[in-house]
C-alpha cells in the first residue's frame, strides 16, 4: 500500500505565501504523475498544478504557483505566492504510482491540507 501525506497548510495574510509539502510511502516502485488539486465545501475538486511529461497550472494560479518534485524522496511540493483569498481551499495531492514492476497504475491522494488567506 501506499500512504500518501501532505503538510504546509494554515492561514496566511492577503499577498502571502506558502509552502505545500507531500511525501509518499510504503511500497512504491514508481511514481509517474503527481498533482496538486484543491477543493471548497459545495464545489467540484480543482485541478491546480501537475508534474508529469510537462508542468501545467490552471489559469487562475499560473505565475503565483510552483510545482515542484523530488523523486527520490517520493515528494511534491507547491510553493504558493501573491496568495488571495480566493485561493482559500483544502489542498491535495494525488500520485499515479506502481507498486511493482509491471503491475497497474494506482492513483493515491492524500487527506488534505487547508490553506486559508485572510484579507
Known amino acids: 500500500q501506499v500512504q500518501v501525506v501532505e503538510s504546509g497548510g494554515g492561514l496566511v495574510q492577503l499577498g502571502g505565501s506558502l509552502t505545500l509539502s507531500c511525501a509518499a510511502s510504503g511500497s512504491i516502485f514508481s511514481i509517474s504523475t503527481m498533482e496538486w488539486y484543491r477543493q471548497a465545501p459545495g464545489r467540484e475538486r480543482e485541478l491546480v498544478a501537475s508534474s508529469g511529461g510537462s508542468t501545467n497550472y490552471v489559469d487562475s494560479v499560473r505565475g503565483r504557483f510552483t510545482i515542484s518534485r523530488d523523486n527520490a524522496k517520493h515528494a511534491l511540493y507547491l510553493q504558493m505566492n501573491s496568495l488571495k483569498p480566493e485561493d482559500t481551499d483544502v489542498y491535495y495531492c494525488?500520485?499515479?504510482?506502481?507498486?511493482?514492476?509491471?503491475?497497474?497504475?494506482?492513483?493515491?491522494w492524500g487527506q488534505g491540507t487547508q490553506v486559508t488567506v485572510s484579507s
Open positions: 494525488k500520485f499515479a504510482d506502481q507498486t511493482r514492476s509491471w503491475g497497474p497504475w494506482s492513483a493515491d
